[in-house]
């Protein structure tokens, strides 16, 4: 396992654990931030912060501090190939 500030551009991860203070845990819960949910990286600034990320459609920038609170475990490329860009699961 690893936090989604390491996972590298255009990979997908799967949520195992949202960490950190409370407040922090609680906006990320109550946006859909949940274990199990699927997020991508789809960019990052220049500088390397803020991390851009796609959670069930719709497109988040966190702060790399912030995301070093969010554990994930990373899709393998035998994972991704069944699995839609949006996370939407689709029948081989």
Known sequence: ???LAAVVLGK???VREV???RA???RLLEMGLV???VVRVVSVAPLGDPLQIEVRGGQWSLRRAEAAHIVVAVASAS???AEHPRGIE???
């Open 35 to 37: 274990p199990g949910t």
């Open 12 to 14: 997908s991860a799967t």
């Open 1 to 3: 396992m690893t936090t």
């Open 19 to 21: 960490a950190g203070p």
């Open 79 to 81: 994972d991704a190939s």
């Open 90 to 92: 689709v029948a081989p």
């Open 24 to 26: 922090f845990r609680r």
